[in-house]
Structure formats: structure tokens, C-alpha cells
């Protein structure tokens, strides 16, 4: 009985295996237009960015990169968890011909380093508002892409009064308000959340449990996952790159605090105009969560692409450069009428 059951298993687990590798094959086999970007595009140097490095309120140091003319109106893109600034390539350099487009490395990302508060949406939340000071931004367009949305969530409710001078719009990209996880999860995660600050001895995180990211068939299912429909390997390969490179701290620390994140009252609080855009095919925060933000947002455009996934900036750049330029002047025309509002409102004094 025990050796069948054994060999029965085994067997399960050979078929599995054959099957992914059969999957990642015909994956790996599609035509892929993409593959010349990866050096022109993704390539930060041959993109021509700026780089700068901004001191943290905690000791840290911000990294971010930016291209375009400098009175251009500012796009600050925040990434998802376990990417990193370069994964913004596509719209740097498509926006950059009238954005100022500013890719931020959030915390323990990329070039960025944590300081002695480490991890958390509101630190994220609070370096966001650091760049915007120490870069002197006005009437800014944030993006938040999945743990860079929630991170934006966080800064609505913390910085409101940013909003309006500073900034001007909010895009929410392939994010959540909140992730539905089971009672059970809940209790099992907040008993967690205070470790989310724990910084240990040196390697301590390290020894955790993480997968290794290496280039292999198990590999490339799972991120070919965070794709839709299409998925050209090069960007599949680019993605698995950037999270091979987020070390273990990062991703744990960060990790607790995105499954305790709360944001309809932020939310609900937050009047500013705003994009959401989602994917249909996302597996990761999928549409329905996008619909939620923009329900509870008072002041929210929702669009969801067809057969998309979670990787939107990669998967879709040109339609994410359409949507950002028509937020953009409907948000200038708005400003406009706001502007001649006010003037006809002031009343005149006679001499």
C-alpha cells in the first residue's frame, strides 16, 4: 500500500513536471518582438537617464532615475514588490518626450537602501513624499504599480496635504485596496506584522525559506504567471532578472506589510482625479479589486485591458502611454475651469 502510494505520487509529480516543461517550451517558442528592446529600452545607460540619490528620514538612501525636459510635468512611477526602477524602461522612454518621467527604486529595491525604520508601506509612503520635496515637484502625476499602488494608498491617507500643488493625479496599476485573505490568514499575519521591523543579525532574513529564482522551467511558469495572454520571453526573462535581484530581506519585510494593508478609507478620503488601470487576466490582484478602488475613489476612471496580466508596464506600454497623456490634459483642462471658476467668482472692486 505504501509503495504504491509512493509510486503514485512520484509518478504525479513526473507528469507535473513533463507538463510544465512541454508549457515553458511552446512559451519559450512564441515569436518574440520584444527581444531588441532588452537593450535598447532596458538598458539604463543606452536610455540615457539621470540618476540621484536622496537621503532618507531614517538613514537610508533613495535611488531613483529620471529622463525628460526638466519643466516637463513630473510622472513618478513606483514599482512593484521585488522589481525595481528599470522595469519602468518602456515609459521612460515614451513619456519622456513631455513628462519629467522619475522611476523610484522604493526602499531595499534596486539602488535604494532601508534605513532604521526598514520596511513598510508607510516608510515607502513617506520616502514617496521626500522625493517629492527634495525634488521640488509640482503638479505631479504619481503611478503605483501593485506594492507601489498600495505604498500610494498609504500616502493618501498620511500626506493629503501633498495633494493639490504637489500632486495632481494618481494612476493605480495593477494594484488592490486590500488583499482578501481568509479569517484565518488575517489572525496568522497580524500576529507577524511587528517582525516586519525586525532587522536581526546579519543574514538572519536570509535563512528564511525563498525560492531562488533561478533560470529554469519551474522558474519560468511561475513568472510567466505574472503575464496575460501574451507573454514575449524576453520580458519573461527581464522580470525573472529583477526578482532574482531583490534580496530576502526585502521580500519578506515587504511581504508582511502589503498582506496587511487596508486602504478604503484612504481611499474614500482621496478627491484628487485618478486613473485605475487593470488587467483582465491578472492572476496576481486581479479586476476585481481594480473595480473596488475605482468604486470607492469619489473621483476615479477605470479601464481594464483585455487578456493583460499583472506586468502592465511591460505587457502594454502603448496603451499605458495613451491612457497616463489623456489623464494628463483632462487633468490640465479640469485645472483650467477650476482656475476660471475662481476668477469669475472674485469679486470686482469698484475704484
Not at 537621503?55 to 526638466?70: F, M, S, V, Y
Not at 496568522?188 to 536570509?206: F, Y
Not at 487633468?331 to 472674485?346: F, L, N
Amino acid at each position: 500500500m505504501g509503495a504504491g502510494l509512493t509510486t503514485l505520487v512520484a509518478g504525479a509529480g513526473l507528469a507535473a513536471r513533463r507538463g510544465i516543461h512541454r508549457y515553458v517550451a511552446t512559451q519559450r517558442a512564441v515569436p518574440d518582438p520584444a527581444a531588441a528592446d532588452i537593450d535598447d529600452v532596458f538598458d539604463l545607460e543606452v536610455l540615457g537617464v539621470t540618476h540621484h540619490r536622496l537621503p532618507t528620514h531614517d538613514g537610508g538612501e533613495i535611488h531613483l532615475i529620471e529622463k525628460g525636459p526638466a519643466d516637463g510635468r513630473p510622472l513618478v512611477l513606483l514599482h512593484g514588490i521585488t522589481m525595481s526602477s528599470r522595469v519602468w524602461g518602456y515609459q521612460l522612454r515614451d513619456l519622456s518626450d513631455t513628462f519629467r518621467v522619475i522611476a523610484v527604486d522604493l526602499r531595499g529595491h534596486g539602488e535604494s537602501r532601508e534605513g532604521t525604520d526598514a520596511f513598510g508601506l508607510d516608510r515607502m509612503a513617506h520616502d514617496l513624499a521626500t522625493v517629492l520635496d527634495a525634488l521640488d515637484l509640482r503638479n505631479a502625476i504619481v503611478v503605483g504599480h501593485s506594492m507601489g499602488g498600495m505604498a500610494l494608498m498609504r500616502f493618501c491617507a498620511d500626506f493629503p496635504v501633498m495633494f493639490g500643488e504637489q500632486v495632481e493625479g494618481v494612476v493605480f496599476l495593477a494594484t488592490a485596496p486590500v488583499l482578501p485573505l481568509p479569517i484565518i490568514a488575517q489572525r496568522i499575519v497580524k500576529r507577524l506584522a511587528p517582525i516586519a521591523t525586525w532587522r536581526g543579525e546579519s543574514g538572519g532574513w536570509d535563512c528564511l525559506p525563498h525560492w531562488n529564482w533561478r533560470d529554469d522551467d519551474r522558474t519560468y511558469f511561475l513568472v510567466r504567471r505574472s503575464f496575460g495572454t501574451v507573454a514575449p520571453p524576453s520580458l519573461v526573462e527581464l522580470t525573472r532578472l529583477l526578482v532574482a535581484e531583490a534580496p530576502p530581506t526585502t521580500v519578506w519585510q515587504s511581504g508582511i506589510g502589503i498582506v496587511t494593508h487596508d486602504a478604503d478609507d484612504a481611499l474614500a478620503a482621496t478627491k484628487t482625479p485618478a486613473l485605475v488601470i487593470g488587467g483582465e487576466r491578472d492572476h496576481i490582484t486581479p479586476a476585481a479589486l481594480s473595480r473596488r478602488i475605482a468604486e470607492i475613489l469619489p473621483n476615479a476612471e477605470l479601464h481594464l485591458l483585455p487578456d493583460a496580466g499583472h506586468q502592465l508596464m511591460l505587457e502594454r506600454p502603448d496603451e499605458i502611454a495613451a491612457l497616463v497623456r489623456a489623464f494628463a490634459v483632462e487633468i490640465a483642462e479640469k485645472g483650467s475651469e477650476r482656475v476660471a471658476e475662481e476668477q469669475d467668482a472674485t469679486p470686482v472692486r469698484s475704484s
